[in-house]
């Protein structure tokens, strides 16, 4: 078949998403992705040994499980085998000498992993706590609703009226406040204050960039009030299950074939070109889940002014991903670590800083900072019975590499650079959990270009598709008067990590677009 009400491109979370909407709303829907794998930047795989299953990028399928779209599908999606584990330590922080600080859903385990280090920080935990309720309906319905100066003005007029001007300026400084500022102005430890401004380093937050403030806020606090979730088995269960609703539906989900063209005439969008030749048609909507660096290429060019806008599009400094199959477990130097999802390595603020400098300046960082996951903690399908896998995310990695902040490594190439960096990053999670290196029975370095080649929407590595800076955010995402999707050609929209409300698994941008497209 060559003709679909509508043809979407890339089958990452977002246009997954659109095309089970648009499907349960009677269109014909067509997805087609350039990887033989589904899923974009949500795989798993045993990209080590037979028996070791790997989330190849995401892991964390929080923002997915909370969701308004999996509100909404959750039910359908779990019946074409979706299933989900919880993770009741979402995270925690290593430090030397054996320190930790983490946050458990156990609000008192919390309260006393932060006392151990300050106990006025454990009070002013407490109060946040007892204060979310109250700032959560505001945060995450700004976050989860379509951005418009309509939806800003009905949001601004929400806040103003549940707190008051004086608050809801204070709620507007706090959202653009960097992560230091608003961590040393709340929490004296700081280790307390590295544990929450490590989840900045996730997007391209780093302690002093402005606006960052409210991620270190919102996972601190979701991870208090719901822990965390992770795929059972791997977090491409939402993926399978996405495909299979979509295609129980009748919609069409094609791997191996990219994009080469978007076909439009007199102004509309028609279709597009496979790079096997096929020609598609389609009569309602091309949806692109594409870097916006890419639209300008595929559609020949919409408008200078947007194009340029597309071109100029930022993209944050890349990640590498080092996978491992492990006989056992990391004995952390901190015993309690080994119950933790996540277990940060990034020591300050100043040294995330400093890395975030130094990545953004080409520089292979001197002390990366190490986002370790340990999923087989929670869900042990995933490994050999008694064995487990390690996801470690190094963070941050230039794409282009033009020296080394510490003067050791020579190479400027990743195919040199990457077994040298991944054993500086290795040099570092031993130092926190040593004999780590002679548990590992195979290892995967996945280096930011081979993140890109694997799915181009993630440029020099960049694992948010996108700077998410204030001037990349909100109103400006991926650009002024583009953040609903659209584009300067009748029913071609883009979607995806580059389009508000930005990266993560939640498929905001998708499920918004596809409510915009056929309503709710
Ligand atoms: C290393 C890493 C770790 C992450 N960890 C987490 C996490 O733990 N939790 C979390 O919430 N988020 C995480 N993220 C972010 C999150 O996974 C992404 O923001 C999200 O999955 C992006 O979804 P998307 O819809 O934009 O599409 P993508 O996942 O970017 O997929 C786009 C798809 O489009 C395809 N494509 C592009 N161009 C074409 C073309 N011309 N023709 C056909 N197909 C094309 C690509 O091959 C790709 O499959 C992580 C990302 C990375 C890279």
Same mark, same amino acid.
């Given at each position: 078949m060559t003709h679909f009400d509508a043809v979407l491109i890339g089958a990452g979370v977002n246009t997954l998403a659109a095309a089970l909407h648009l499907s349960a709303r009677g269109q014909r829907v067509a997805v087609f992705e350039q +990887? $033989?794998? *589904?899923g974009g930047a949500v795989k798993t795989g $045993?990209?080590?040994? *037979? /028996?070791f299953r790997h989330d190849w990028a995401a892991m964390n399928l929080s923002l997915f499980a909370g969701s308004p779209f999996f509100k909404t599908y959750g039910a359908e999606l779990m019946k074409h085998g979706l299933a989900f584990v919880p993770v009741n330590r979402p995270f925690a922080s290593s430090f030397a000498d054996g320190i930790h600080v983490g946050v458990s859903m156990d609000l008192e385990e919390t309260a006393s992993l932060i006392a151990a280090l300050s106990p006025k920080d454990a009070a002013t935990w407490r109060a946040l706590v007892a204060g979310f309720g109250a700032q959560a309906p505001h945060l995450f319905g700004l976050l989860g609703s379509p951005m418009n100066m309509r939806a800003l003005a009905y949001f601004l007029f929400r806040t103003w009226r549940a707190k008051g001007l004086t608050g809801t300026l204070e709620f507007t400084r706090f959202l653009l406040s960097s992560p230091r500022s608003w961590l040393s102005e709340t929490f004296e430890n700081p280790q307390v204050r590295a544990m929450l401004a490590s989840w900045g380093m996730h997007l391209d937050f780093a302690p002093d960039i402005a606006g960052g403030a409210m991620f270190p806020y919102l996972e601190g606090m979701a991870g208090q009030a719901f822990g965390m979730v992770i795929g @059972? &088995?791997?977090?491409d269960t939402i993926v399978r299950a996405l495909l299979a609703a979509i295609r129980a539906r009748g919609g069409v989900v094609d791997c191996g074939v990219a994009v080469q063209r978007i076909t439009h005439q007199n102004g509309r969008a028609t279709g597009v070109v496979l790079t096997d030749g096929r020609q598609i048609t389609a009569t309602k909507s091309v949806i692109a889940g594409i870097a916006p660096r890419a639209l300008p290429r595929l559609t020949g060019g919409t408008t200078p002014a947007h194009d340029a806008q597309m071109t100029r599009f930022a993209h944050a400094p890349g990640t590498m991903m080092i996978h491992l199959a492990l006989s056992d477990l990391p004995e952390w130097r901190a015993k309690g670590l080994k119950s933790f999802a996540y277990v940060h390595i990034a020591p300050s603020l100043d040294q995330m800083a400093r890395t975030y400098q130094q990545a953004s300046a080409g520089l292979l960082p001197d002390e990366p900072i190490l986002v370790v996951g340990q999923p087989t903690v929670f869900d042990p399908t995933r490994a050999p019975e008694g064995q487990h896998t390690l996801w470690v995310q190094v963070r941050m990695a230039p794409s282009t590499i033009l020296g080394d902040a510490k003067g050791e490594i020579t190479a400027r190439d990743w195919p040199n650079a990457a077994a040298p960096f991944a054993a500086r990053a290795l040099d570092i999670l031993e130092a926190h959990a040593p004999g780590t290196r002679a548990k590992t029975l195979a290892q995967r370095i996945v280096t930011p270009l081979e993140l890109e080649a694997d799915n181009p929407n993630l440029v020099g590595g960049d694992q948010v598709c996108g700077s998410h800076h204030l001037t990349q955010n909100f109103l400006f995402r991926p650009g002024l008067g583009l953040a609903d999707g659209? =584009? *300067?050609? =009748?029913n071609l929209y883009l979607t995806g +990590? +580059?389009?508000? *409300? &930005? @990266? /993560? =698994? &939640?498929a905001g941008s998708g499920y918004l677009l596809a409510r915009k497209l056929v309503g709710p």
């Open positions: +990887a $033989d794998v *589904p $045993d990209y080590t040994l *037979p /028996g @059972a &088995g791997g977090a659209t =584009t *300067p050609i =009748t +990590a +580059a389009v508000w *409300p &930005g @990266a /993560g =698994t &939640g």
